[in-house]
C-alpha cells in the first residue's frame, strides 16, 4: 500500500522559514516525480511546485519562485520543501503527491496524495 | 496558463441519481491531459480519472470521463451514499499544472 506521510507544518510569523517532509513507503520511490499542492482554508488545489525522480530538475509555481526549494532525498524515500519569505497567502494545508511518471509534465498526473500538513502563516 | 471553470459549484442530488459535472478550459487541454479528483472532508484528493476517460485503479465502474479540447465531463451513474463529496478537476497537459474550483455533490 501506497503511503505518504506529510510532517513539518506549524505556525509560523510573516517572514519566517518552515521546512516540510514527505516520507514514502509502499512504493519505488527514486523513479517517480513528486510534487507538493496546496489547499487554503475553504479554497480549491494549488500546485506548488515538482521535482524530477531524480532530483535533477526542479519546477515551481509563480507565486512560489525564489522563496520555496524543493528537493528529494532517494536514500531516505523522502520529499521535502523549504519555504522562506512566508506570507499570510501561503496559509493552508500542504499535499505531498507522487507522479505517474519520473517527470513533470510528458504527461504525468499525480496518483497517490499524503493527508497533508498545516502551515499556518500569522503573527 | 489554463483556467478550468467547473460546473456547477453545488450539485445536489439523492443516491440512485446521474450525476453529471462539467469541467470547461480556458484554452485546448493538450493530448487530453486531464484528470478528476474526489475529495472527502478531512481526506486527501482521490484520483478517479486521468487521461480524461481513464479509471484509476480501484475506482468503480459507476465513475466515467469523457470529453477533449476544452470541455470534459464526470459522470457518476448511480449516486452512492458514499460519492457525496467534492469533484476536482485538473489539466496536467501544461505548465503549471492548473485545478478548476470544485464541484461539491450533496445530498437533496
Known amino acids: 500500500e501506497v503511503q505518504l506521510v506529510e510532517s513539518g507544518g506549524g505556525l509560523v510569523q510573516p517572514g519566517g522559514s518552515l521546512r516540510l517532509s514527505c516520507a514514502a513507503s509502499?512504493?519505488?520511490?527514486?523513479?517517480?516525480?513528486m510534487s507538493w499542492v496546496r489547499q487554503a482554508p475553504g479554497k480549491g488545489l494549488e500546485w506548488v511546485s515538482a521535482i524530477s525522480g531524480s532530483g535533477g530538475t526542479t519546477y515551481y509555481a509563480d507565486s512560489v519562485k525564489g522563496r520555496f526549494t524543493i528537493s528529494r532525498d532517494n536514500s531516505k524515500n523522502t520529499l521535502y520543501l523549504q519555504m522562506n519569505s512566508l506570507r499570510a497567502e501561503d496559509t493552508a494545508l500542504y499535499y505531498c503527491?507522487?507522479?505517474?511518471?519520473?517527470?513533470?509534465?510528458?504527461?504525468?498526473?499525480?496518483?497517490?496524495w499524503g493527508q497533508g500538513t498545516l502551515v499556518t502563516v500569522s503573527s | 496558463e489554463i483556467v478550468l471553470t467547473q460546473s456547477p459549484g453545488t450539485l445536489s442530488l439523492s443516491p440512485g441519481e446521474r450525476a453529471t459535472l462539467s469541467c470547461r478550459a480556458s484554452?485546448?487541454?493538450?493530448?487530453?491531459?486531464l484528470a478528476w479528483y474526489q475529495q472527502k472532508p478531512g481526506q486527501a484528493p482521490r484520483l478517479l480519472i486521468y487521461g480524461a476517460s481513464s479509471r484509476a485503479t480501484g475506482i468503480p465502474d459507476r465513475f466515467s470521463g469523457s470529453g477533449s479540447g476544452t470541455d470534459f465531463t464526470l459522470t457518476i451513474s448511480r449516486l452512492e451514499p458514499e460519492d457525496f463529496a467534492v469533484y476536482h478537476c485538473q489539466q496536467y497537459g501544461d505548465s503549471p499544472r492548473t485545478f478548476g474550483q470544485g464541484t461539491k455533490v450533496v445530498i437533496k
Open positions: 509502499g512504493i519505488t520511490f527514486s523513479p517517480y516525480a
Open positions: 484554452q485546448s487541454v493538450s493530448s487530453r491531459y
Open positions: 503527491a507522487k507522479d505517474s511518471g519520473w517527470y513533470y509534465g510528458s504527461g504525468s498526473y499525480m496518483d497517490y
